[in-house]
Nanobody, 126 residues
C-alpha cells in the first residue's frame, strides 16, 4: 500500500521562504515520479515541480523556475521543495503526488498522479 506523507507549508511574507517535505512508502513498481501540485481557489490545478525517481529528471512550472527547487533526500523516496522569493500568487493548497510509469515532464504537464498526500496550505501575504 502506497502512502504519501507531507509536512511543511504555512505562512510566509512576500519574498520569504518555505520548505515542503514529502515521503512515499510502499513503492513496488519499476518507475515512479514524485512531485508537487498546487491548487488555488478558482484556479486549475498545476504541476509545480516534478522529479523522476529513476533518472532524476526534473520539470518546473514556468512561474516557479529559479525560485523553487525540488530535491531528492539521500536517495530515499522522499523529496523536499524549497520555495524562495514567495509571492501572493504562490498561495494555494500544495499536494505531494506520486505517479507510476510516468516521466517528471508528463506528470507535471498533466498535473495528475496515482497517489496523493493530504495537502498542505501555503499562504503568502503581507
Amino acid at each position: 500500500q502506497v502512502q504519501v506523507v507531507e509536512s511543511g507549508g504555512g505562512f510566509a511574507q512576500p519574498g520569504g521562504s518555505l520548505n515542503l517535505s514529502c515521503a512515499a512508502s510502499g513503492l513496488t513498481a519499476d518507475y515512479y515520479s514524485i512531485g508537487w501540485f498546487r491548487q488555488a481557489p478558482g484556479k486549475e490545478r498545476e504541476g509545480v515541480a516534478c522529479l523522476s525517481l529513476g533518472d532524476g529528471d526534473i520539470r518546473y512550472e514556468a512561474s516557479v523556475k529559479g525560485r523553487f527547487t525540488i530535491s531528492r533526500d539521500n536517495g530515499e523516496n522522499a523529496v523536499t521543495l524549497q520555495m524562495n522569493s514567495l509571492s501572493p500568487e504562490d498561495t494555494a493548497v500544495y499536494y505531494c503526488v506520486v505517479s507510476k510509469y510516468t516521466t517528471a515532464q508528463a506528470m507535471c504537464v498533466l498535473a495528475n498522479g496515482d497517489y496523493w498526500g493530504q495537502g498542505t496550505q501555503v499562504t503568502v501575504s503581507s
